[in-house]
């Protein structure tokens, strides 16, 4: 279930945060978003998860719907007085009757047996570090049992363990279970290892689709983050970018 999206812009009153965007994420793939604070990634996800409103064209194929959307948004702060099987268990809102069947909260319980939180299971949202919260958030929107996986900076809270354990879940779920993934990240080594293809957004425009090593390079990361990078290449041939120091003068692309 490929999204097409093409043409796309949002706006936020003065604000253009998206310019006319058109790409493609194809189903089985994970698709790493990437490019500065500010550049539109977050406008990209909700745009395409019906949070905000756009122009141009969003296409969801196959037989997908909105229903079929996993969300995590990059902002998992909550008051809500729930424990983490509830909150887990509300990715399910969409197949959930009046009552909860026990395979709801049997499948509520693998997924966060798989994150590897299900000792949090009877804790309240409130009483979790940032990064368990952030393990809840994913596990919520992969409870839906999605066919559009959206993941706005999963492992920006995680320590690196966790961050190796959750982007290995979702490229396995993702190659699986033929989801269509976008990611944020802002770890390029990240992206590189783990993400089929890439996306580098810019001022709210595509400046780069394609391989992540492909479009990784240093003329676009000055140009696009104002930083100098310095690359090498794993024994296994993996990408792996260093940043060295800010430029002086990033010029926009
Ligand atoms: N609700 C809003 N109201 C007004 N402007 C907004 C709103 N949300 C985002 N913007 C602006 O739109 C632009 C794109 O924001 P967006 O959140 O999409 O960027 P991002 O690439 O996800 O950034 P970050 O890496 O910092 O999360 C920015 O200039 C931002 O200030």
């Not at 390079?217 to 983050?225: E, H, I, M, N, T």
Request: a neutral charge.
């Amino acid at each position: 279930m490929s999204v097409d999206i093409q043409t796309l812009s949002v706006r936020y009153g003065a604000t253009r945060a998206l310019d006319g965007v058109t790409l493609t994420a194809k189903p089985g793939e994970v698709l790493a978003v990437l490019g500065p604070n500010g550049s539109g990634k977050s406008s990209l996800v909700k745009a395409i998860a019906g949070l905000v409103r756009y122009t141009g064209q969003i296409v969801l194929a196959g037989s997908a719907t909105r229903d079929s959307i996993g969300y995590m948004p990059q902002d998992t702060a909550t008051r809500a007085a729930l424990t983490v099987l509830e909150a887990v268990l509300l990715g399910r809102l969409g197949q959930l009757g009046l009552r909860v069947k026990p395979a709801d909260v049997e499948l509520a319980r693998q997924v966060l047996t798989e994150l590897d939180i299900a000792a949090l299971a009877g804790r309240y949202l409130g009483e979790l570090s940032g990064g368990q919260r952030q393990l809840v958030f994913l596990a919520q929107a992969l409870a839906a049992e999605p066919k559009i996986l959206l993941l706005d900076e999963p492992i920006s809270a995680l320590d690196i363990r966790h961050q190796l354990e959750v982007m290995e879940v979702v490229r396995r779920l993702t190659h699986e279970r033929v989801l269509t993934t976008l990611v944020i990240l802002h770890d390029l080594n990240i992206a590189a290892r783990f993400a089929d293809q890439a996306v580098l957004f810019h001022g709210g425009k595509v400046v780069g689709l394609g391989a992540p090593a492909d479009i990784i390079d240093a003329l676009r990361l000055a140009q696009v983050f104002g930083v100098e990078a310095a690359f090498s290449t794993t024994p296994d041939g993996r990408l792996v970018v260093t940043p060295v120091r800010p430029c002086r003068s990033p010029k926009a692309l």
